[in-house]
């Protein structure tokens, strides 16, 4: 079974790209220091890897 993280987002999206804003909103990360939790796949994985300079992961 895949582990559970939990994300949040540590800095704004503004000024970064459309593709990185399109990522965050996918996983949920919608306003600053709210978190979300989520099960590791390699889908979120590969999209967490995107825009790890904007998130904070946490391994539950």
């Known amino acids: 079974m895949a582990k559970?993280?939990?994300l949040s987002?540590?800095?704004s999206p503004i000024?970064?790209?459309e593709k990185h804003r399109k990522i965050?909103?996918?996983?949920?990360?919608?306003?600053m220091h709210r978190p979300v939790a989520l099960y590791s796949s390699?889908?979120?994985?590969?999209a967490v890897r995107k825009v790890i300079h904007l998130?904070?992961?946490v391994e539950r």
Do not use: F, M, S
């Open 4 to 6: 559970p993280i939990e």
């Open 9 to 11: 987002l540590i800095k």
């Open 15 to 17: 000024g970064r790209p």
């Open 24 to 31: 965050l909103r996918a996983l949920g990360l919608t306003k």
């Open 42 to 46: 390699p889908q979120i994985l590969g």
């Open 55 to 57: 998130v904070k992961v």
